[in-house]
Structure formats: C-alpha cells, structure tokens
T-cell receptor, first 114, second 119 residues
Framework: DAKTTQPTSMDCAEGRAANLPCNHSTISGNEYVYWYRQIHSQGPQYIIHGLKNNETNEMASLIITEDRKSSTLILPHATLRDTAVYYCIVRVPHTGGTASKLTFGTGTRLQVTL | GAVVSQHPSWVICKSGTSVKIECRSLDFQATTMFWYRQFPKQSLMLMATSNEGSKATYEQGVEKDKFLINHASLTLSTLTVTSAHPEDSSFYIC???????????????FGPGTRLTVL
C-alpha cells in the first residue's frame, strides 16, 4: 500500500470548512483513497473513499487531484463533534468475501474550536 | 449502517490471568475481521486478521500463542489475551467488513474498542 503524509495537527473554527490534506505521491493506479476518523477513546469511523473522481456524502467531500498524488477531505461546516484524528489511507480494495487490511499512519489531529 | 459491537467495553484484570474480548457484527456477516491494538497517543496497529473457519493470520511481532483468536461464525470473533501482563494494557479494537458489500468499496466498520488494564 502507498504511504501517505498528513499534517500532524490542524485547528478549525466551528461553522467553518475544515480542509484536511493528504499526500500520496506513490499511489498506484488501482489504489483507492480512504478516510477514517477516530474520536477520542472510540473505534475509527469510516468517512468516505474514492479512486479519482471527487466524492461527496452526508459527512464530507473528497477532492482528489488529477494526478492522484494528493487529496483533500472537506468537512463543510465543522462542529465541535468533529474534533478527532483523521486518517488518510491508500489501499487496493478487495472484492468478494475477504477484506484487505488497513494500515493506519499517525493521521491529523483536528481541533474544532468555538 | 453496519454496526460492530465489542464486549466488554473495559476490563481490569490481575497479572497472569486471561481475558476474552468479543467482537460481533450485529447486522451483517463478516468472513474477515481484524484485531488492532492502540497504545496511548499512538496510532492503531494491526495485530491479526481473523478468518471465519480457519486460523488467524498474525502480523510480525505478535505472539499467536499469547493472543488467541477464534472466528467461530460469520458474526463473531474473539480475542483472548492469555497470561496478561501490565505491558498488555491497551485499547483493543476490532473491525469487520460486510460479506455482501457491493462493488469495490471494501469498507471496514469498527467496534467501539475494549480498554484492558492489567494490574
């Protein structure tokens, strides 16, 4: 799986958009970008994933550059509950009954403030 | 959405005893479940891959005789920490993927974690 680089920490004011960058310059053609987050003392939570097109769901938007070497997770209106560690993971998904493992880096600690 | 539960949510035990942690997929079936460990202020580290009906696959450096994994059904995997010592105190988290998940999503859903404290 390709390695990712994320800033160690970021701050965001409540109500503003939080833009979390991730570099994955060695990503290969069949690897997807996944984002998970972990709120303190809880298990990680899936947010979104994509291959090359931008993706949006009820939680966030994922913007992937055309060369796929980097991406940005956008939380459009951050709230205090979004304070968490955000992990960007690049991997090849498995089809069928088995699943491929997730390798977590250090992630970005997002602090949403009043 | 897919829900994964863990039991217990926390446990305190004496050194030398064994502790069993259960991981259940509540509304889906999972051929594969994963077990992670997380020490304070560190990231999640994969310990092993639990496969229904077969032996678990352990990551390098994880003792299979100390961390026993059983995946007896498509909705239950257990992790037993045998002869626990204080250095085994950690946050243990499991994850699972819906066997019927469509397309190339391969999304894993995580349990809430079990905090183990060994005295």
């Amino acid at each position: 799986d390709a390695k990712t680089t994320q800033p160690t920490s970021m701050d965001c004011a409540e109500g503003r958009a939080a833009n979390l960058p991730c570099n994955h310059s060695t990503i290969s053609g069949n690897e997807y970008v996944y984002w998970y987050r972990q709120i303190h003392s809880q298990g990680p939570q899936y947010i979104i994933h994509g291959l090359k097109n931008n993706e949006t769901n009820e939680m966030a938007s994922l913007i992937i550059t055309e060369d796929r070497k980097s991406s940005t997770l956008i939380l459009p209106h951050a709230t205090l509950r979004d304070t968490a560690v955000y992990y960007c993971i690049v991997r090849v998904p498995h089809t069928g009954g088995t699943a491929s493992k997730l390798t977590f880096g250090t992630g970005t600690r997002l602090q949403v403030t009043l | 959405g897919a829900v994964v539960s863990q039991h217990p949510s926390w446990v305190i035990c004496k050194s030398g005893t064994s502790v069993k942690i259960e991981c259940r997929s509540l509304d889906f079936q999972a051929t594969t479940m994963f077990w992670y460990r997380q020490f304070p202020k560190q990231s999640l580290m994969l310990m092993a891959t639990s496969n229904e009906g077969s032996k678990a696959t352990y990551e390098q450096g994880v003792e299979k005789d100390k961390f026993l994994i059983n995946h007896a059904s498509l909705t239950l995997s257990t992790l037993t920490v045998t002869s626990a010592h204080p250095e085994d105190s950690s946050f243990y988290i499991c994850s699972a993927r819906d066997i019927n998940q469509r397309g190339l999503t391969d999304t894993q859903y995580f349990g809430p974690g079990t905090r183990l404290t060994v005295l």
